[in-house]
């Protein structure tokens, strides 16, 4: 189920896997969930018996995140999966859930994503950018770490850098991947003139890509993102209280005659 509701309305399980996941990035992290909907669920899972989640212990308290025990039975953080991948699916069962945020890096979790989303709710993951392609494409949409914490450092120095050096127009269209699937999203989405709603774009990008993001190419947003590309034609049409929509139109379209 796509997240078209008021995000006030919207309610998802933010649920992590501390051993495989960075405390410093929470802040940021759970800032990124609210632009979905409201965090009504957050549980970090580890054993919080060792060291190594030292660093996560006042994170948990700052953020009210409740810390969910597992003890490592075995070599290894198979239990601590199993526990996310458990309450997963009893609280999708409770049917009071929108969407869940699963936070890892980890390939195991690819299936507790189909299953989510064979299930009619939205699936959105947090991981770094070494994170296995299953996991990534497995859900809705896919968020890399590494985004949050170049922009969480920007905001830190009070800048309005991006999180990276923005590519050049040059440099985005050498990356035939990339402009074929901007150019087949258009298309996909146009009229019968050629033009495409960028909303709707980005929606059909999303559908094909879990984890494009215009951050990742040094933009903050879809629209700067694509006017640095050159590919397209822009026009702005008014719609409603002076609401403004965008539009785009390959480059290359002519008219069938």
């Known amino acids: 189920m796509a997240l078209t509701k008021r995000l006030d309305s919207i309610h998802l399980a933010v649920l992590i896997d501390a051993d495989n996941a960075q405390s410093s990035v929470v802040d940021a992290l759970l800032a990124e969930v609210a632009k979905y909907g409201t965090a009504s669920v ?26 969910i025990q597992q003890f490592r039975y075995t070599t290894g953080k198979n239990a601590t999966d199993a526990a996310l991948i458990i309450d997963a699916m009893d609280l999708l069962h409770t ?40 996991f990534v494409t497995a859900c809705d949409r896919f968020v890399y770490t590494e985004i ?11 800048t309005q850098r991006p999180p990276r050096t923005k590519r050049t127009a040059q440099e985005l269209r050498s990356d035939t991947k990339l402009v074929h699937l901007l150019r087949t999203a258009a298309e996909s989405v146009a009229d019968d003139d050629g033009w495409a709603s960028l909303a709707r774009v980005g929606s059909h990008v ?22 640095a590309t050159d590919l397209f034609e ?4 008014l719609h409603g209280a002076g609401h403004t929509q965008h539009f785009i139109r390959d480059k290359r379209w002519k008219p069938n005659h």
Not at 103 to 121: H, I, K, N, P, Q
Not at 148 to 158: H, M, N
């Open 42 to 67: 957050k549980r970090a899972y580890g054993d919080w018996t060792t060291p190594h989640l030292n660093k996560w212990k006042e994170v948990l308290n700052e953020y009210a995140i409740q810390p």
């Open 95 to 134: 049917g009071k859930l929108d969407g869940f945020c699963i936070v890892s890096s980890d390939s195991d979790f690819t299936r507790l994503a189909t299953r989510l989303r064979e299930s009619g709710v939205t699936v959105i993951g947090f991981g770094q950018k070494k994170t296995p392609s299953p």
């Open 148 to 158: 949050l914490e170049a922009g969480q450092q920007a905001d830190d120095e009070e």
């Open 206 to 227: 999303a559908q094909q890509s879990p984890s494009f993001d215009a951050r990742n190419y040094g933009y903050a947003k879809l629209l700067p993102f694509i006017q």
């Open 234 to 237: 822009f026009d702005e049409r």
